[in-house]
Nanobody
Framework: QVQLVESGGGLVQAGGSLRLSCAVS???????????MGWFRQAPGKEREFVAA????????PYAESVKGRFTISRDITKNTVYLQMNNLKPEDTALYYC????????????????????WGQGTQVTVSS
């Protein structure tokens, strides 16, 4: 398993923006490009849900319907980092956001199921005030 460290969360007013980062390290014998990456979130009292994912090759980027058009996932292979740019934030986006890595996905497939991901970060809190 690899180590994933999220950052960039915080408190923001509705309509504002945040960019989350997830630094990937410890991939023994593997490169960052070996992993499909995803973002999930868990709001208080709710189950963890899919937000966005990016395939190993970076060409497939599915999103949850609730964030389409507002969030953008990307990956930088020079920094071993995956990002989640979040614009036009809403109070319902308030949650603990998790980064995850899938080491077995094919190059052009971006998984959406939590069970597909092998490694998880500790999460970064995003709070959107109204």
């Amino acid at each position: 398993q690899v180590q994933l460290v999220e950052s960039g969360g915080g408190l923001v007013q509705a309509g504002g923006s945040l960019r989350l980062s997830c630094a990937v390290s410890g991939a023994s014998g593997r490169t960052f490009s070996s992993y499909a990456m995803g973002w999930f979130r868990q709001a208080p009292g709710k189950e963890r849900e899919f937000v966005a994912a990016v395939s190993r090759a970076g060409f497939s980027t599915p999103y949850a319907e609730s964030v389409k058009g507002r969030f953008t996932i990307s990956r930088d292979i020079t920094k071993n980092t995956v990002y989640l740019q979040m614009n036009n934030l809403k109070p319902e986006d308030t949650a603990l956001y998790y980064c995850a890595a899938d080491e077995s996905a094919s190059a052009y497939y971006a998984p959406r199921r939590q069970a597909d991901f092998d490694s998880w970060g500790q999460g970064t809190q995003v709070t959107v005030s109204s």
